[in-house]
């Protein structure tokens, strides 16, 4: 099945991506957001996130006419659904488990169904609970009773639905995009066949078909696997502070076995995905799900753990340093993303323990972030971003948070001073 016009609705970490990466492959794309604001910075041909090289691929496809971005849905061959699944809101408390809140699937759903017209294809990218691309076949046919759909009418139906999970990377995106294998799951063989046909306009690897709820499955099961191994670093971190033992050191020891690889330890899990999507899993299967809800509990407490650690510091520094208050002791965190490399400051725990620190500690608190120029408004008044030549010139207490590659060149230089050092990542 040849496609000449494609939509993707929601342009943001994924949408925008994938949009630039078909319409370089001369596929004509239309981008929809209900953000005024990004739809205005695409169609200038600029990108209103961060990602390496989007915005040369962005302001070719945009300046050559395949991409253009608009907040109404216009008719096409094929619907991609890229929109947040995000928590609920309202079960983030203790000992609730956070249910996944598919709203802005509904409200896609609804904004595109208009516009669909016999022999489309709807795929739903967005990481999802399993049933949610059933969910919203419901949601699309209610809309179109004159439109037939898998659900009711399998194979001969005028529409096609399938669940194509996004796998990619945060700063690796374009190269991802392309390169990593996709799983496809239809809601039958033929949706599956004409979403390969789709995604093969550009990817490299393998499309590996499924159904869509073991597509839905096999997405949230990476990212669970990914957060219990984290998990299990993290706990060893905890034991190995316990006993007096380097658990980098004990790490890179038990990884030359050739069957074990452990993860690095951190100050938590950060990002939109590794810290949401294992509760997609749990809240469906809360009885059964018991390991990767213990997972997801470790990393949440990690961050208080790192906490404790820096206030203990300050502690000892007093006891060290008797004609002293709390209030002459300068801390600095170091680095404030949510991993290395990057200057994506959302779902951090970096961010939240500097700013659990600045609200309790009563002396200065300085953040060191070599990837942004200037804080958000909303820390501003917290805590000061400065260099770090002058974060180590002025603090008697360092905590290393984030492994970026401009701390790992200092660490050895570093070593010498006289700091009380707190090191979640184990640079130095
Ligand atoms: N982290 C550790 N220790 C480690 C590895 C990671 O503490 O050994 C922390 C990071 O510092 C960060 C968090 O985990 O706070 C998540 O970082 P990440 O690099 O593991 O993953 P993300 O969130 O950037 O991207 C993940 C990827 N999933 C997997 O690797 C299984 C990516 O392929 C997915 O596409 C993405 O989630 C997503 O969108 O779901």
Redesign the pocket.
């Known amino acids: 099945m040849q496609f000449n016009t494609i939509s993707v609705i929601g342009l943001g970490y994924?949408g925008l991506p994938t949009a630039a990466v078909f319409a370089s492959r001369k596929i004509k794309v239309v981008g929809v957001d209900v953000n005024q604001h990004a739809v205005d910075t695409i169609n200038r041909g600029e990108i209103h996130i961060v990602e390496p090289d989007l915005d040369m691929v962005v302001h070719a496809a945009v300046s050559e006419g395949y991409l253009k971005a608009t907040t109404t849905p216009e008719p096409a061959e094929a619907f991609l659904i890229a929109v947040p699944t995000p928590f609920k809101k309202a079960s983030e408390q203790e000992g609730q488990v956070p249910e996944p809140d598919l709203s802005y699937i509904e409200a896609a759903s609804k904004a595109i169904a208009p516009v669909l017209a016999s022999g489309n294809l709807v795929i739903l990218e967005s990481?999802s609970p399993v049933g949610a691309t059933e969910k919203m076949a419901e949601w699309l046919a209610e809309a179109r009773p004159d439109l037939t759909f898998p659900q009711t009418h399998g194979e001969g139906s005028d529409i096609r639905i399938a669940h194509c999970p996004?796998?990619?990377?945060?700063g690796h995106v374009l190269r991802e995009l392309v390169q990593n294998d996709r799983v496809v799951g239809g809601m039958t063989p033929k949706c599956s066949e004409q979403a390969c046909a789709l995604y093969k306009t550009f990817v490299e690897g393998e499309c590996v078909v499924t159904n869509a709820r073991t597509a839905e499955m096999a997405?949230l099961t990476?990212?669970s696997?990914?957060d219990v191994n984290?998990a299990f670093?993290n706990e060893l971190s905890i034991i190995c502070d316990e006993l007096d033992i380097n658990v980098w050191e004990l790490i890179a020891l038990a990884n030359r076995h050739p069957r074990v690889n452990i993860?690095?330890?951190?100050p938590?899990?950060?990002?939109?995905?590794?810290a949401v999507?294992p509760w997609f899993i749990v809240s469906k299967t809360p009885e059964q799900a018991r390991l990767i809800r213990t997972a997801r509990e470790v990393n949440d407490s990690k961050p208080e753990w790192v906490i404790n650690k820096v206030k203990l510091a300050v502690a000892e520094y007093l006891q060290e340093n008797p004609d002293k208050t709390a209030k002459d002791v300068t801390i600095a965190c170091y680095g404030l993303a949510?991993?290395?490399d990057i200057d994506d400051l959302r779902e951090s725990?970096a961010l939240a323990i500097t700013q659990k620190i600045a609200a309790e500690h009563p002396g200065k608190v300085l953040a060191v972030e070599p990837n942004i120029k200037m804080l958000p408004a909303t820390q501003k008044d917290q805590f000061e971003l400065v260099s770090s030549a002058t974060a180590d010139a002025s603090a008697a207490i360092k905590v290393l948070l984030v492994d970026h590659q401009e701390f790992k060149q200092q660490a050895a230089s570093s070593l010498d001073q006289t700091y009380k050092v707190i090191d979640t990542r184990g640079i130095f």
Request: hydrophobic share 35%; with cysteine.
């Open positions: 994924i990481t996004e796998r990619v990377l945060p997405k990476e990212n696997f990914r984290i670093a993860l690095q330890p951190g938590g899990v950060g990002g939109h995905c590794i999507d949510f991993k290395a725990p």
